[in-house]
Every structure is written in C-alpha cells, then in structure tokens.
T-cell receptor, first 110, second 114 residues
Framework: LAKTTQPISMDSYEGQEVNITCSHN???????ITWYQQFPSQGPRFIIQ???TKVTNEVASLFIPADRKSSTLSLPRVSLSDTAVYYC???????????FGAGTRLTVKP | DSGVTQTPKHLITATGQRVTLRCSPR?????VYWYQQSLDQGLQFLIQ???????AKGNILERFSAQQFPDLHSELNLSSLELGDSALYFC?????????????FGPGTRLTVL
C-alpha cells in the first residue's frame, strides 16, 4: 500500500494560485492518484484524479511527474470558500486498499 | 447534494448502548463505504460492501458490523458503545467495486456517546 505524505497545513491569500504537493514514493504501477476536498462537518468531495502527466478540470489541475513519486494539486486563484482540508489518495483499481491520510488544511485569507 | 442520504443526522446515546446508522447510496451505485472521522484520528475507512457482499475491510472494530441489503441501502451497527466511539460517521457510494473510483459522500451522522 503506497503511503502518502502531505503538508499538515498551508496558508494563502485570495486570488493566489495554491499548489499542494503529495509524496507517494512507493506508488505501484497500477495506482491512480486522487484528490478530495473536505469542508468542516461535511463529507469529502472528489476533486480530480490522474495517472500520469497533467490532468485539468474546471476546478483544479493535477501535475504528476514521470516517476510518479509525487503529485501536485494546483488550485488557481483561490477564494475564501476554498478553505478546506485536501486529501491525496493513491489507489489500485484492482483492489480496494485506498486510505485517506491526514490531509492538508488550507486556509485562504482575505 | 451528493445524492447519498444518511440517517439520523445526529444521535446521542449512552455508553454500553447499541445504535444503527443508515445509508442510501446514489441511484445506480453498487458500492457503499463506511468511514469514521473523529477529531484526533482523521478519516478512517471502516468497511466496503459491493452489491450486497463485503468487499474490503479497514479499521473496523469487532463491536461494529455492517450489511448491505438487496435494495443496496446499508446499515452500520455499533454496539457496546464507548466514549471514544463519538465521531462523525460517513457513508459513501460509488458506481463500481473499485475504491479508486469517485466516491460520493453523504452528509454524515454525528454520534455522541455520553
């Protein structure tokens, strides 16, 4: 099971781009990388998922280098409402051993 | 709104008691996952059911059990409750049995054990 390591917390200001990096040194060939966002007292919400290179959707981009030992979630022009905990998960589609780590608590300030 | 419903929203009970938490997955989703989130433990995966059968097991205590019914709703039973069982319990669902697929989380049940 690939373990993930993320910063415990990050601060940013409105309008800035935020990059949260996740380390997963033991990622396996079949593992996908998934990011979730969680607001206080709410269930996590899927943000983005990727296998390699770059993935972009309407809310974020995910950058995965060639060795796949890390990944970076990029949030463009954050607002106060982006204050949340962000979880990086690594999972193999062929098994169900995917676990949430401690996450990164992002605080966006005005 | 994720489409996943959980009842009750809040539950207050005493130590030693037994409670049942209920979850209805999104229409069409076959997998149900249960998670426990307490202040000091983060989000802990408990158990997954897929189309009525247990698919994966996480850090679920022996005092806890779950099942998924033919209509795909699921129940999490917590017995011999202890103070430390106080937490938010989330249910999530996904289309297939692979946990890497997007999981849709319900609003949670907040359990308080006094």
């Amino acid at each position: 099971l690939a373990k993930t390591t993320q910063p415990i917390s990050m601060d940013s200001y409105e309008g800035q781009e935020v990059n949260i990096t996740c380390s997963h040194n033991n990622i396996a060939t079949n593992d996908y990388i998934t990011w979730y966002q969680q607001f206080p007292s709410q269930g996590p919400r899927f943000i983005i998922q990727g296998y390699k290179t770059k993935v972009t959707n309407e809310v974020a981009s995910l950058f995965i280098p060639a060795d796949r030992k890390s990944s970076t979630l990029s949030l463009p022009r954050v607002s106060l409402s982006d204050t949340a905990v962000y979880y990086c998960l690594v999972g193999d589609p062929n098994n169900n051993d995917m676990r949430f780590g401690a996450g990164t608590r992002l605080t966006v300030k005005p | 709104d994720s489409g996943v419903t959980q009842t009750p929203k809040h539950l207050i009970t005493a130590t030693g008691q037994r409670v049942t938490l209920r979850c209805s997955p999104r229409s069409g989703d076959l997998s149900v996952y249960w998670y426990q989130q307490s202040l000091d433990q983060g989000l802990q995966f408990l158990i997954q059911y897929y189309n009525g059968e247990e698919r994966a097991k996480g850090n679920i205590l022996e005092r806890f059990s779950a099942q998924q019914f033919p209509d795909l709703h699921s129940e999490l039973n917590l017995s011999s409750l202890e103070l430390g069982d106080s937490a938010l319990y989330f249910c999530a669902s996904s289309e297939s049995g692979a946990s890497y697929n997007e999981q849709f989380f319900g609003p949670g049940t907040r359990l308080t054990v006094l």
